[in-house]
């Protein structure tokens, strides 16, 4: 069985998401720049709706528009996120399980992960994050001692630097960019911000 490692990027980007919607359903993909095989390392995700989850012909757009994107940048898509709006409720839905369904059959090492919202607060000692794996023509509940996320503690700090100065409100998910095209869902502006941040917490500036 392979490991899961999920960088700082890609975990602030997923925290900040479902913060910035805390009344709704969030979702989003998760991308690598490591080659097929191995271990899977999540470098970066694309936060893309917050309304209208299981609506297909947007979903279907959107996971399109980032492919063409990923092609262009070398990267892949290995899995898929989403918080529920509800905070008891950390289950896969139906439509989660569906686009999936989609990217495993792209990827045989897709992930599905599924945000814990009881335990998204800044006292959180571990990621609030529950993993899925497809098994036998099935989703089901992954080892999480296959799950790695470096520096929890800094990475932890980070996402609530931001969340504490607001600049969640830098984050565009698919969502907002199909409300105005100008925003940029790729969020470089954000991403350059975290890898600062990160920078800073490691001692290498």
């Not at 720049?33 to 970066?44: A, E, F, N, Q, Y």
Request: aromatic letters at 6%; proline letters at 5%.
């Amino acid at each position: 069985m392979a490991e899961v490692e999920l960088s700082c990027v890609a975990y602030v980007k997923m925290y900040l998401h479902a913060s910035l919607f805390p009344h709704c359903s969030v979702n989003g993909l998760l991308l690598s720049s490591s080659p097929p095989g191995g271990d899977v390392c999540i470098s970066d995700c694309v936060p893309l709706l917050h309304s209208h989850l299981p609506l297909a012909p947007i979903t279907q757009l959107a996971l399109t528009q980032v492919d063409i994107w990923c092609m262009q940048t070398d990267k892949r898509i290995v899995g898929y996120y989403q918080a529920n709006a509800s905070i008891s409720d950390c289950s896969p839905t139906p439509s989660a399980l569906k686009v999936a369904d989609r990217i495993w059959e792209q990827c045989n090492q897709a992930v599905l992960l599924m945000m814990d919202n009881a335990k998204m607060s800044v006292e959180c000692r571990v990621p609030p994050i529950v993993m899925y794996e497809r098994r036998d023509s099935r989703w089901t509940l992954k080892d999480k001692q296959t799950i790695m996320l470096r520096q929890w503690e800094e990475t932890r700090s980070i996402a609530n630097q931001l969340l504490d100065a607001r600049d969640h409100t830098l984050l565009v998910d698919f969502d907002t960019h199909l409300d105005d095209i100008t925003k940029d869902w790729t969020n470089e502006k954000l991403n350059a911000k975290i890898a600062e941040l990160a920078s800073t917490a490691n001692g290498k500036i």
